[in-house]
């Protein structure tokens, strides 16, 4: 064993050195320009030097030069500092030695890893876990999220060393953590008159979802594009800063194909005309249920829908009997950033057939929406908000507005690029609000988002935004000024998507397991899993996190009972199962189930001005409806039982979807 692992290192070192790649005696430093959703925030700097004689230092006696990789990530987003240092040592042919990493790789997410190789063990400590011994398989990795950038370039090193296998499993994992890699060849970055030759790959598993990396002809990592806190998250080297968008064009179309063939593993189980029967039907009216009803769907609309005997099936139809099981109408997300792929079957397998997106980057979200308008991709229904902030060094992204003049041009790039809303973010001025939402209107978009530093909701509602995220009320249901607020909202008829379930998601007491709330956790993939594990607020008790959540159920409640449309969203969270939460925590706050469910079905469809094609399951409606195995009516929780999703009338297997992106179904 141990002299096969000898003639293994060499053999890896002289393929090495063939590779073209550094000799281990010499340094090899790199700087990574970090940037968020393509505003660039901040740098990472590693260097990759010789670390001895393994011999003196390996507890398996294995001889070799080793290498030690450091790691200094750092970033200023939106006001707040972030940094991780890491440390990875590995043999020559990049067999990880130990591996630690600390310090935190977004704003809410905490990283702290330590782990040793012994043997063929690993001693592994992760997030203030006690430390537990894995076995570790022949090949593996050390790898904790995306960042920082460079490990990953020595886990791709690894790879092309170790006769690239299909699956790679990395420590530290929940309890085991696998990572799929491809190549996805050769392309040439052009800057000027510059070409630099790059060779590209996706990783899948580090984080949820794949990732597009880039290393150059010596190895050196050149660009990666992957998702932090759920947005794009990029990282250029300095001297091909100028290709950012190169590069995001050109990882957007290696993802939309990779959906593409997604899709083509998941074809609908039925389109065109078909005939659902017996299913208890809900429509989303105010009408009561009708049990045993039968839908005719015909070329992705609804021909008509009612009782077994109001509607005969017509003679050659087929049917497809869901007796037992209860039809609902697609469910809507209102505050989503669909930044990945895997959003789309993700949706879909939770029933949700149209979301809108609240912020992301320009190239990806065009590019995906159209593929799924046109059919080459799975996914939901796109409807886009265009995210508009004031400039300066804390602005979120790279579409800003200084005067109104610049408004005015974001406001009509959006339009153009088939935009239906705009999204005014945090530093947007006031008088620049009131120039955005006339010109948003002159054209006939809405406007959404947060309210601005410096306004409230109501000046916010005032000044003619026709929807608002996030719960931004301060103060108590049924105080005066509470009421005050929600009379104005009223009036002015503005939208409120509260996101509850995301302030319970970040805001449940550290101790408190998220599972307790959300079930759906125990679905997801390592990656998320181990995300997820970190969130929540610390200093805060489980009765006072809970109180705070009832505060705004609460204020939830009020808006409902006033006449405010209530739609949800939850600004992604766990993936889909987050939608399920949202609906369930309206019944919490005191809506009806049907209320709840309306929330996320006929209100939203108002709000976007669509009620006359979706929204509820009625003659003439697109056929976008969720097949779910028990009553929501009866017991909310039974929204978590989709079986089959219907899209424009084409039909998905649920359970399908979500092990296409790695979820349990
Ligand atoms: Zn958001």
Known sequence: MRAMRIALSLAALGSLLAFGQPAPASIERGTLRLHYVQKPIGYERYEVTPDGDLSS??????????????????????????????????????????????????????????????????????????????TLPAQFFTVDGYAPFSAQMLLLRYWKLHGQPRVLRTVPGQPTNDVFIEAR???????????????????????????????????????????AGGLSFEAVRE???????????????DRISDLESITRGNAPLKSGSYAMVGATIVDGTNRPPVPDGVVLVRDGRIADAGSRAAVPVPDGVPT?????????????????????????????????????????????????????????????????????DGPGPNAFGVNYAATPDEAKQAVGRYHDAGFQQIKIYSLITP???????????????????????????????????????????????????????????????TVIDPTQSWNELLGHAAGTPIAAFQPGVAKIPPPLNRLFSNAGAAGIDAAAARARLERGLRIVKALHDAGV?????????????????????????????????????????????LDGELGTIEKGKRADMVVLNANPLERIQNIRSARWTIVDGRVYDTQALWRSVRFQP
């Open 57 to 134: 230092q390996s507890a398996n006696g294995a001889k070799g030069e080793a290498v030690k990789l450091t790691a200094d990530f750092d970033f200023t987003d939106r006001g707040g500092r972030v940094q991780l240092a890491a440390t990875l040592r590995a043999r020559a042919d990049f067999t990880p030695i130990s591996f630690q990493a600390k310090g935190k790789s977004y704003r809410f997410v905490n990283v702290d890893s330590d782990v040793r190789v012994e043997g063929s063990d690993a001693v592994v400590r992760a997030d203030g876990a006690v430390e537990s011994r894995v």
């Open 320 to 388: 497809v009997d869901v007796s037992g099981k209860t039809l609902v109408p697609g469910l809507w997300d209102m505050h989503t950033h669909v930044t990945q792929i895997e959003w789309a079957p993700v949706y879909l397998a939770s029933g949700v057939t149209t979301v809108r997106d609240m912020g992301n980057e320009f190239e990806f979200i065009t590019m995906l929406r159209d593929a799924i308008a046109s059919k080459r991709a799975l996914g939901p229904r796109l409807l886009l908000a265009g995210l508009v």
């Open 239 to 253: 001297d091909l800063e100028p290709a950012l968008v190169q590069f995001v064009q050109r990882a957007t179309r």
């Open 565 to 609: 449309p209530v739609v949800a969203g939850t600004d992604e969270g766990i993936p889909g199962h987050s939608v399920h939460r949202e609906i369930e925590l309206y019944v919490e706050a005191g809506l009806t189930p049907l209320q709840a469910l309306q929330a996320a079905t006929i209100v939203p469809a108002r709000a976007m001005k």
């Open 431 to 493: 008088p620049l609000v009131e120039a955005i939402c006339a010109e948003a209107h002159r054209l006939g978009m809405t406007v959404t988002g947060h309210v601005p530093n410096g306004m409230t909701i109501d000046q916010a509602a005032t000044a003619g935004m026709d929807q608002i995220a996030h719960l931004a009320i301060r103060g108590e249901a049924g105080s005066d000024e509470v009421n005050r607020i929600i009379g104005v909202l009223r009036d002015r008829k």
């Open 185 to 227: 060849g050769r392309e040439a970055i052009r800057i000027g008159e510059k070409v630099t030759t790059l060779e590209r790959f996706a990783i899948d598993g580090v984080v949820w979802g794949r990732e597009t990396l880039w290393l150059d002809e010596r190895g050196s990592l050149a660009a990666a594009i992957t998702r």
